[in-house]
């Protein structure tokens, strides 16, 4: 099955990720490079800023869009929804993705439109058993990230850009303004066998599982791979340091000499019935690794949709995204 690829900020870290896996499991794509300096036969000169670049999307017959860095101005997804081209987004921090999600609902499709920037590429959603959700009224995520992470600028980045916003948690659907890096919660994640102490901590899926799935509460925390690192992060915020600091020097803060660290999440899930499932997820390659696979896993199923609007997640059926996951020998899920 030939397909046509556009990643659009593709010469980035995770852009260049995709490519590598999507060339090694299909052979028969053509993958194109949307960058605004095209260096190579297979880049295309496309600026989000220029939108008469787009054009060489429809010069070049690209059948799907895949957006690897920033569209404030949501200029590929019109453009896309438009000229009828597939598209998938892997960029967007919660406020834009409501905005691009508000947009492509109120149109009329004819391709298809996959929102996929939950954590890792959208995959929490795909790993919870859809058969039930109906009888979940509470998901609470735990996440390990390591500062050592080779996973790129772009989550470094986040975080800096990020700590010092309030953003909404879902109680029993109340929604409540809190700040990253607050509420501390002693937890011990189930594949690395450790307890740590976590904080509040913002993603696209509380939206994404609160709005689309319909569960009441939704929570999400973060540590460190150190204790102390955590601890110092969160006396900083408590102090409201940061909230001085400028933004280069708090990215400067965050950045570390990445030399490469496992990555791992765990969802808790409690059902109305008040039994609780855990699925655990692990990346011995990173955050950047898991990101880039599961990216290229949502491409390979998309094909097969009908045209419409779509989070990553409902490509699936249910425990089929975490089969699919497991063929890449580095990435170990466990439920408990």
């Not at 795909?126 to 500062?147: E, F, P, R, V, W």
Request: glycine share 4%.
């Amino acid at each position: 099955m030939s397909k046509r690829i556009l990643l659009v900020g593709g010469s980035g870290f995770i852009g260049k990720k995709i490519e590598k896996i999507l060339k090694q499991r299909n052979p028969d794509f053509h993958v194109y490079i949307g960058s605004r300096k095209p260096e190579k036969s297979n880049h295309i000169l496309i600026d989000l800023d220029t939108p008469e670049t787009l054009t060489q999307i429809i010069k070049n017959s690209i059948e799907l869009v895949v957006l690897c860095t920033t569209d404030k101005k949501n200029v590929l997804l019109e453009y896309c929804i438009n000229y009828q081209i597939s598209y998938i987004d892997i960029t967007h921090p919660s406020e834009q993705l409501k905005l691009s999600y508000e947009l492509a609902k109120n149109k009329n499709i004819n391709s298809r439109i996959i929102f996929s920037s939950g954590w890792m590429s959208g995959i929490i959603g795909g790993l919870i058993n859809q058969n039930s959700i109906n009888k979940i009224k509470k998901i609470n995520i735990y996440i390990y990230y390591s500062s050592k992470d080779d996973s790129g600028k772009s989550s470094s980045h986040f975080i800096a850009e990020n700590i010092t916003k309030k953003y909404p948690v879902y109680l029993d659907n109340t929604k409540k303004q809190i700040k990253n890096f607050q509420y501390p919660e002693n937890y011990e994640f189930i594949i690395l066998k450790k307890k740590f102490k976590t904080y509040s901590f913002e993603i696209p899926d509380l939206y994404i599982l609160n709005h689309i799935d319909q569960i009441p509460t939704v929570t999400s925390k973060i540590t460190f791979e150190s204790n102390m690192t955590t601890l110092g992060v969160a006396l900083l915020q408590k102090l409201h340091v940061f909230r001085l600091l400028p933004l280069n020097l708090r990215k400067k803060i965050f950045l570390s000499d990445k030399k490469g660290d496992q990555t791992s999440f765990d969802i808790v899930v409690t059902k109305q019935n008040d039994n609780i499932e855990t699925i655990s997820v692990q990346s011995a390659n990173g955050q950047g690794d898991l990101t880039a696979f599961s990216t290229v896993l949502h491409i390979e199923k998309l094909f097969s949709f009908p045209s419409g609007t779509y989070f990553s997640h409902q490509l699936y059926d249910n425990f089929e995204l975490a089969k699919s996951l497991q063929q890449n020998t580095s990435i170990k899920i466990k439920i408990n």
